[in-house]
């Protein structure tokens, strides 16, 4: 029996070990089959154009780096996912550098975080993002052949969020710089960098739109993608499919701190501006035309005599500037700068801000409906000055307004900052025109229908004048700062 027994498992375990061997030659065959049918496919999606990223990630990551900062945080040092006393946390753009968190509770100690960057010269010239090595004691550069590198900060530029690095080394991996006004919307763009320190991650997309603009990018018209990036991410390259870097990954918009399908770079014309003049003097010097402008809404459009919005509103013209010099003027409509359509306020800053301090530029300006070129030398903007957009409402005495109005005293005068002209509206009827257009008690109305305001009686006989049912432009001074916006009289 027991030898029977034996024999029957032997018989047994043979049968398995033949069932092992059939299985895996079936097995075997059909990854033959599956890999012969994803090689067919990749030739197809050879053939039919889509992007090979495998032999782009190859042949351009080596020049991509990690880049680790260290540097000492106040005690009080935010984290990377700020409280909001169990509220959702609300949507806003970040800058997606990776921290690591401070204890509150604890005295100022060294901080360690972490981004990208990538190769911009064989001698060891290193881009990344000026918030990745903000306040760093110490940077180190890390490459995906885990060779190590101390870098300097050459320079920083935080109104492009651009610094450059330098390394000591020779004959480095590097990439090859595209042209970003090349882009369109719906191309294949690929991303690599350090999302959360997991080195040589590639992440791709498309471009998702052109010339965005952010709360704190006045001077960058970003590049707005779908490719996965999170915190880790910041200051690496932004690739075309044909390896040229366009784009420098920088802010990311979010409710959790992490990638929600939105996310900017910094088009690579930018970069290789703000570089030059970083290698060449550590700082950059940008245009200015000393005018503080805001977007052209619907009603404003119609109130300026124009067949749709476009251009940037001149609220307010700063004394002794390049634009006051040129001639122009609080209500003029930039249309063009240097023979660049201005389509929005947003599209104005980075345009002056390219140009060559002290050169010649031309402006095409709409004033009281007739188009006027005017020429403007740029001067060098300082750090205390700013093409700042304003704000735009949408639709803004007495009865017919929905206000009241008074005149100033020269108390008000001094602390609002007007030397000259203008009323003091007192009162705002939460039902009338003015409060529709966003008017405020406290404001000062300085020009109604394109007509400084001189006086109450003066205002009561341009509003007595004016049309119904018409949008009217209606300059008023808020806290110091002009504001443009329009109303519609009954």
């Known amino acids: 029996m027991k030898a029977v027994a034996h024999s029957n498992q032997f018989h047994n375990v043979a049968s398995a070990s033949g069932g092992a061997i059939l299985a895996h030659r079936a097995t075997r065959a059909l990854m033959i089959v599956t890999v012969g049918f994803f090689a067919i496919a990749a030739s197809v999606a050879r053939a039919t154009g889509l992007p090979d990223f495998e032999s782009l990630v190859a042949e351009h990551g080596k020049a991509v780096v990690k880049i680790s900062v260290s540097g000492t945080q106040p005690a009080n040092a935010p984290s990377q996912q700020p409280d909001f006393n169990g509220q959702e946390m609300p949507e806003f753009f970040r800058r997606y550098f990776e921290n690591m968190p401070q204890n509150p509770q604890q005295p100022p100690r060294q901080g360690v975080g972490f981004g990208s960057g990538f190769v911009l010269s064989d001698d060891g010239y290193i881009v990344t993002n000026a918030h990745v090595v903000d306040n ?34 020779k004959d480095l991996p590097t990439v090859s710089l595209g042209d970003s006004s090349d882009l369109n919307v719906g191309q294949w ?24 603009s952010l709360p704190d990018g006045n001077y960058v018209p970003f590049i707005q993608t779908d490719v996965a ?21 920088s802010q990311i918009y979010s409710r959790s701190g992490g990638y929600q399908g939105l996310s900017f770079a910094i088009p690579v014309n930018v970069v290789k501006n703000v570089t030059a003049q970083l290698q060449k003097k550590g700082f950059v010097s940008r245009g200015w035309l000393g005018v503080v402008i805001q977007n052209v809404d619907q009603s404003l459009a119609e109130s300026f005599g124009m067949d749709r919005p476009r251009g940037a509103l001149v609220s307010q013209v700063t ?22 359509d201005v389509a929005r306020s947003s599209n104005l800053p980075p345009m002056v801000g390219s140009t060559i301090v002290g050169e010649p530029a031309k402006m095409t300006v709409l004033r009281a409906g007739d188009e006027i070129s005017l020429d403007v030398v740029i001067a060098e903007l ?21 206000m009241s109005i008074a005149p100033l005293t020269d108390e008000q ?23 529709l257009a966003g008017i405020r008690s406290g404001d000062v ?46």
């Open 229 to 249: 990036v999170n915190p880790g991410n910041s200051g690496g390259p932004l690739f075309d499919i044909d390896g040229n870097v366009v784009g420098v990954n």
């Open 382 to 402: 300082a750090e205390d000055r700013a093409v700042v957009p304003g704000r735009s409402k949408g639709p803004s005495s007495d009865e017919r307004l929905g």
């Open 189 to 212: 763009v690929l991303a690599i960098g350090s999302p959360f320190g997991f080195e040589y991650t590639a992440t791709q997309g498309i471009v998702s739109a052109l010339s965005r």
């Open 319 to 340: 004394p002794n500037s390049p634009a006051s010099e040129a001639g122009v003027m609080t209500g003029d409509i930039i249309l063009s700068f240097n023979d660049q």
């Open 136 to 169: 760093a004691s110490e940077i180190t550069v890390s490459f995906p052949n885990r060779r190590e590198y101390t870098a300097e900060l050459i320079g920083a530029d935080e109104r492009t969020d651009i610094a450059l690095l330098k390394i000591d080394a």
């Open 445 to 490: 109305l300085m020009s109604f229908n394109q007509t400084a305001v001189e006086s109450a009686a003066q205002l009561r006989g341009l509003v007595a004048d004016a049309p119904a049912g018409k949008p009217i432009a209606v300059l008023v001074n808020r806290d110091n700062s002009p504001l443009f916006t329009a109303l519609t009289l009954k």
């Open 413 to 435: 005068r001094a602390s609002s900052g007007v030397d000259e002209g203008g009323v003091l509206i007192t009162g705002v009827d939460p039902n009338g025109v003015a409060a």
